[in-house]
């Protein structure tokens, strides 16, 4: 529907924010030389070795005998590291790009790494509550980012942010129009769409773990809602 191009919000503690850099660079990193380093069958085993599963989470099956995989637990971060396709892997990104550096702003570096990972595991809870039984591994980046988005939306709802609307007209919105569309997009095909490959409970899971801990994990006297328009003040130590 849209792609988030830029964000009119200065970061205010921080001079570089390395954690958010980093993360994109991995995701494309393990997509670019790992999941498709190799023919198909060398990325389904990555899949099957990294992704989230969960029957073999619970205990309904078990994975195929005599390859390599991760802890189940392990799950639940590792495969917010592995993407389906290219689209996949941009989406998640860009988002990531967009927002996560205010995020980790607010927070400082190592809080938002902690952050972004119960993200993770928030929205891959989410999935096997709603898909308990399910064989299909999630993999993706969405319930991360979806906390991130959550976050952002709490932390700066008046920032205006450029976007393509339908990937060829450029807008100039609030974060409120934007990010509250597509949150209240997650929330109809949770609830009305068709079932497909999207784990629309995964990124309703992020999104709430986002909200809750931004609550939590903010720095000492980072607003929330903020009435104004950002403004460069003086940095405090990075932490």
Not at 105 to 115: E, T, V, Y
């Amino acid at each position: 529907m849209f792609v988030p191009l830029h964000d009119q919000n200065p970061l205010r503690f921080i001079r570089f924010p390395f954690i958010t850099r980093s993360i994109v660079v991995l995701n494309v990193l393990i997509f670019m030389f790992y999941q498709r380093g190799g023919n198909a069958e060398a990325e389904a085993a990555s899949v099957m070795a990294f992704g989230l599963i969960p029957s073999t989470l619970m205990g309904v099956h078990v994975r195929t005998p005599g390859i390599f995989h991760a802890p189940e637990w392990a799950t639940f971060i590792t495969s917010s590291f592995l993407h389906g396709d290219i689209w996949h892997l941009a989406g998640n990104m860009l988002f990531l790009w967009v927002f996560g550096d205010n995020v980790e702003d607010a927070m400082g570096h190592w809080r938002f790494l902690l952050f972004y990972i119960l993200c993770a595991i928030g929205g891959g809870l989410a999935h096997v509550a709603v898909a308990p039984g399910s064989d299909l591994a999630l993999i993706g980046a969405s319930g991360s980012v979806a906390g991130v988005i959550a976050a952002y939306f709490l932390l700066h709802p008046r920032v205006k942010i450029w976007i393509l609307l339908l990937f060829r007209i450029p807008l100039r919105l609030r974060t409120v129009w934007v990010l509250g569309f597509w949150i209240l997009l997650q929330l109809y095909n949770f609830l009305f769409g068709p079932p497909g490959e999207i784990s629309w409970a995964a990124h309703l899971g992020g999104l709430l773990t986002g909200a809750v801990l931004i609550l939590l994990m903010r720095r000492r006297g980072v607003p929330l809602l903020a009435r104004e328009e950002p403004e460069l003040i003086a940095a405090e130590p990075v932490v």
